[in-house]
Structure formats: C-alpha cells, structure tokens
C-alpha cells in the first residue's frame, strides 16, 4: 500500500495556491495554530488553576512542551532504527507530529476533568460525552476553516489523534456510573467519567480514516475489551504516531507538572523522599542518582530544571519501536507502536502517580473541578430550557438545523465544551448573577 492515501482530506481539497511550496503534514500544522480552537487552549486549566498566576501551566503550554518532546521522540526513533527500512519509512514527518502533539487536547472542556464530568452527565442520555472524542468532533466537523469539516485534516493526521478507535456506543457501560442525585451536580466525579473513545456521532469520519485498513486489520484494531464488571470497555490498540504522542504527553505530565508542584510547595522533599522510600532502586535501575537528582530537584530554580531536563532526556532516549500487537496487522501505521523500555517505564509511573496522589486528587484541585462541574451543568441546564433564546446567534443556528433531539442537545454540548475557563464563567455570571447587566456587555 502507497503512504499516499494517508495524505488525503475527508474532502478533497480545492487546488492550492500558486508557488505554495508545501507538504500536507505543514498544510495540516498551519490549519491548527491558526484555529480558534488552538488559541482557547491558552484559557484553559491544565491541573492548577488559571488565576493562581502566570508561571504555572495551561493546555497550550502543556501541549507546546509534549509537541517539542513528541519530535524529540521522533529524532531519536530516527537515530535509533536508521538501518531498519520498514521503521523509517513508517516514522512520521516532524511536521505531523507537531500538530498531533499540538492537537491532541483542543477536545477538552473548561474546567479539566470537572467540565468533562459535567458534560458527559448531561449528555447521558444523547450520546455521552469524552474529551478526546471531542477532539476528533471539532477537527472534522466544528472548526471554521471549512462550512461542514473542520479543519478537513489529512487522514494520517486524524488517526495520529484517534487515541481511543472506538464508539461510546460500544464502550460504555451503564453500571460502570453511579447515581446520579436530584441536583445532579452534586454526583460523585469518580463515578461518572465517560469510556475512552470517540462519540457515535463521528463514525463516518472514523470510517474514513480506517479505509485503508483490511477488515480483519479494522476489527482487531478497534475491539473493545471488557475491562471488569462495573468498568467500561477500552481498545486495547492505537496507532504507531499516537504512541509517539502519548509518550510524549506522559512525559510532559509525569515531569512538568511535577516541576509546577515543587516550584507551588504541593510536593515537598518529605513528600518525595516518603514516596521513593523503599523504590529508590528505579532510578538505579535507569542510570540516574536518586540522592544527585532529589538534591537537584528541591534546591535552587536553575537546579530544578537541570533535574527534569535531565529526567526528559532519558525518558526520550528509553523510546524504541516494536510490534503492536494488533493481530494480523500488516499496515505499519498500526503494525508498529514506540514503547519505553521496562525500567524508565516503571520510574515514570511512579512519578505520575505522585503528581496524581499529592496534586491532582489534592483537597484544593478537587475543590476548584468541583466548581466548574457545577458551573457546566448548570450552564447546560439553563440553555437546554430554552436554546433559541439564551444560546448565542450561531449556537442557535446550529441548534434549528439539528435534525433531533440527540443533534440538538450535541449542539449545546459543543458550544459549552468549546468555552475557555475564563468565558464559562463570565457567561454563567451573566445568566445567574443578579447585578444589573447590559445588552452591551462582552464576554
């Protein structure tokens, strides 16, 4: 099979411009950093709260750092398996990569977590919702840089985000949720979270992007697997750019947002000495000093980033390509995956579950995902009463053209998954606050 096809758009594309010099991979990177959906990742909550100040991480930055270790990745699988012809045929442009790591949480609601809880509660009954579904849905349906397609990426493209390649329809199970009380923002986060997958909604443009696939090749690559009684479905595969990618996010997440937390005090040395008490082998096992980079990470600013440089660096250089596992695969796009070797694997977990333990599941972050779940359900709920009159001119146009209740309640979601932190809440102040308003007032 030609890597062609992997080049073509949904819509075939009108000829370009004249002395436009370049590939479809940079069509494909320009497309994204020019969207308006790219910009309100500056707006938008990574773990810490976006008041807190200017120094710590919001989606944009975060997903600036995973694109540069997402090429970093991909320079070093270039170096590491140059004689193997099948692997460096198959390794994708570092223009694709870059837009993939740039790309892969513009699906993400306002309020992290807390707004995709919210969402995916009120959407229970139409279709669900999930994050990285989302991120397909704009890219190939909500973007402005066509009338009906998003962006109109390359296919290569998509399947580079297609983290999750199957339906909610076919991962999601209803005892997997807890109850849902009266006031339903008052539901336990934990046990609400929505399936990893796309939503029903995008099959057409998933069956697009696996076209190319052999129907055996198709039905491995996108079964769901039983992951335990009151537990959705999960796939168990993805694709060899989403690996790139996802080692990239989980780098950048283990090690930056571990970065945030030391520089904000949530993980003290305590903290870290107590966790690493009886595992301080894992950094032996992966060349590093444990006491040299516990010095380094808890002393002065310029110290600190020597340590999680040094930390990126060698969670770059563990990367290898290998089999996938998908049965019967012959396409390399999904025959091949990158992987971290065992060890670093291991300490990179350990790390992430620190951040998760002291950081993420911390009193005050819970508290602040709390309130923009709240906010979001209460949002959708006052909308949902009466959309033709609360919900802005091109909300509304999209909410008469639905063609049922299940497109019509998608329309609402959309807008609302689509709002920065910042505008959620100055459009919540705007329906429940009582202080006077104006028609003039903008948000």
């Not at 020597?306 to 770059?316: E, N, P, Q, S, T």
Request: one cysteine or more; charged letters at 30%.
């Amino acid at each position: 099979m030609t890597m062609k096809i992997w080049e073509e758009r949904y819509i075939a594309s009108a000829p370009y411009s004249e002395n436009d010099v370049r590939n479809e991979w940079e069509r494909d990177y320009a497309r994204l950093i020019h969207s308006a959906a790219f910009r309100r990742l500056q707006s938008k909550t990574q773990v810490l709260g976006l008041g807190e100040s200017d120094f710590y991480r919001t989606r944009l930055t975060h997903s600036m750092e995973v694109a540069q270790i997402g090429t970093g990745i991909l320079r070093w699988l270039k170096s590491k398996h140059a004689v193997d012809t099948e692997i460096m045929a198959a390794l994708p442009r570092s223009a694709l990569m870059n837009t993939i790591c740039l790309a892969h949480d513009i699906g993400h609601p306002p309020f992290g977590h807390g707004g995709e809880v919210a969402l995916n509660v009120c959407m229970r009954d139409h279709g669900g919702f999930e994050g990285n579904g989302q991120t397909l849905r704009i890219l190939s349906k909500l973007d402005k840089y066509t009338e009906k397609n998003g962006m109109n990426p390359t296919r290569r493209m998509l399947l580079g985000i297609l983290k999750y390649p199957a339906a909610y329809s076919q991962t999601v199970q209803l005892d997997a949720y807890g109850k849902v009380p009266e006031q339903r923002w008052l539901c336990k986060a934990k046990e609400q979270h929505p399936p990893k997958c796309y939503l029903d909604d995008e099959k057409e443009i998933v069956d697009f992007i696996l076209k190319p696939l052999t129907p055996a090749e198709k039905a491995a690559f996108t079964e769901a697997f039983p992951k335990g009684e009151g537990k959705h479905r999960k796939t168990r595969y993805k694709g060899l750019d989403t690996s790139i990618m996802e080692l990239a996010d989980d780098i950048s997440y283990s090690l930056h947002d571990l970065e945030d937390a030391i520089a904000l005090g949530m993980v003290t040395q305590a903290d870290w000495n107590e966790h690493f008490e009886s595992t301080q082998a894992l950094f032996t096992d992966c060349g590093r000093n444990y006491d040299e980079t516990t010095q380094e990470l808890f002393g002065r600013s310029h110290m600190r980033k020597k340590a999680i440089g040094g930390l990126v660096h060698k969670f770059i250089t563990s990367t290898y390509v290998t089999d996938s596992g998908v049965p019967g695969a012959e396409t390399s796009l999904i025959k091949l995956n990158a992987k971290m070797d065992e060890a670093t694997e291991q300490l990179m977990e350990s790390i992430k579950n620190l951040v998760l333990v002291k950081v993420i599941k911390s009193p005050n972050v819970q508290q602040l995902e709390f309130k923009g779940q709240k906010l979001v359900m209460e949002l959708f709920d006052a909308l949902k009463s009466d959309p033709e009159r609360l919900l802005p001119a091109d909300g509304q146009k999209r909410y008469k053209l639905a063609k049922n209740e299940v497109e019509q309640m998608r329309a609402i979601c959309d807008f609302i998954a689509g709002m920065t932190d910042e505008y959620a809440t100055r459009f919540y102040e705007k329906l429940y606050y009582p202080h006077k308003g104006s028609i003039f007032d903008r948000l």
